[in-house]
Each structure stands twice: as C-alpha cells, then as structure tokens.
C-alpha cells in the first residue's frame, strides 16, 4: 500500500524526509512543493504564501 499525504509546512520545522532530498518539482499553480528522497519516499508540501 503507497501512503500519500499533504502535508503543511513552514520551512525550517521538523518533520520531513530522513535522507537527502534527491529531486523536487512545484506544482503548475505554485502551491505544492514535491519531494523525493534517498529514504524512498515522496512528499507533498503545501505552501502558504507569506
């Protein structure tokens, strides 16, 4: 089973990937931030504008 998850971040917290980060993308309307790692797993930031 693949877990997905949005998640809201500001950066600088904690919470994330346990590795290195190895590739990231934004969303065609600049709201999501997708990251992928070394620890084989990808995540979905939601981006508050500030």
Do not use: C, E
Not at 17 to 40: E, F, Q
């Amino acid at each position: 089973m693949n877990d997905a998850s949005v998640q809201s971040m500001i950066f600088g917290k904690t919470g994330g990937h346990s590795s290195t980060i190895i590739d990231i993308a934004w969303s065609p309307n600049g709201r999501y931030l997708a990251t992928t790692s070394y620890d084989k797993t990808v995540i979905i930031w939601q981006v508050d504008g500030a």
